[in-house]
């Protein structure tokens, strides 16, 4: 197990969001930092608030390739996507009071069989990736959304040393509210602009913690501009998402 959520607080309103922190062992939250992916690997989008990503489905080969080769983001790799991964977080917001109908279980016997005949939420499958994210100090930014519609819980783990990243410049996940009703429901998540929005509050970018929220309809989040002068210098994560199929959103 690489972490767990023991540590995790909750808001509630707007949508469920919260903190877990601190979330790892100090060494293999160390370990994981320091092995995180080099720049070069990444795909670039700059019209996309200068942000890089690295994933399955961005620069997927270098993904894959750079996963397999790297024993403890191999092993990550695995538990993420083992078993006893989805169960856990959900068991963790189910403590908390938010009970989203799922156990996320693997679907075998007559579960998998069950699914020919819908009806029982429990049985949606789940599925659970990750990604690597940057976004440049100097003007990076994430346009207010609320996620893809698949996407039922996400974790966004900070990846930093102690003392590596300011936060002065910014660099928080903002928890928004719509200045105008109109905005209220995004369940199919169209991207707003910032001056749409207030900003209710903001989980500053610090090492070894993570932001976690449920999608909903009105989960707007955002990064504002990062008010730096470095393009070197880097706001790093790692993003788990779990998400069901686009045939059940």
């Known amino acids: 197990m690489f972490f767990n959520l023991d540590s995790l607080q909750m808001r509630y309103e707007p949508f469920p969001i919260g903190l877990a922190q601190p979330l790892m062992e100090q060494g293999t939250y160390d370990h994981l930092v320091a092995s995180f992916p080099p720049k070069e690997l990444f795909l670039h989008m700059p019209k996309f608030g200068n942000k890089y990503v690295l994933s399955e489905k961005f620069n997927p ?12 983001w191999r092993e990550f790799h695995s538990w993420v996507k083992g078993d006893g991964f989805i169960p856990s977080v959900l068991e963790a917001l ?3 009071y938010i009970d989203l109908g799922l156990d996320g279980k693997p679907l075998r016997g007559l579960r998998r069989l069950r699914r020919l005949f819908p009806g029982n939420r429990k049985d949606i499958p789940l599925n659970a990736r990750f990604e690597f ?3 440049s100090a100097a ?3 994430l346009l207010p959304h609320t996620d893809n519609a698949n996407k039922i819980i996400t974790l966004v783990i900070s990846m930093a040393r102690p003392g ?5 410049i910014g660099g928080g996940t903002d928890v928004l509210r719509p200045k105008d009703n109109r905005h209220a429901f995004n369940y199919l998540n169209e991207q707003a602009q910032f001056s749409d929005f207030e900003r209710l509050d903001s989980y500053a970018f610090r090492p070894n913690q993570a932001v976690l929220f449920v999608k909903t309809y009105n989960s707007w989040h955002s990064v504002s501009p990062i008010t730096g002068t470095d393009p070197e210098i880097l706001r790093r ?5 779990i ?3 686009k045939w059940a959103s």
Do not use: C
């Open 237 to 241: 994560t790692l993003t788990i998402n």
């Open 164 to 168: 590596e990243w300011n936060e002065a």
């Open 61 to 72: 080969k270098n993904y894959h390739d750079y996963v397999r080769a790297q024993p403890t």
């Open 133 to 135: 994210s940057m976004l």
């Open 94 to 96: 189910q403590k908390r």
């Open 243 to 245: 998400e069901k199929p």
């Open 139 to 141: 003007g990076g930014f």
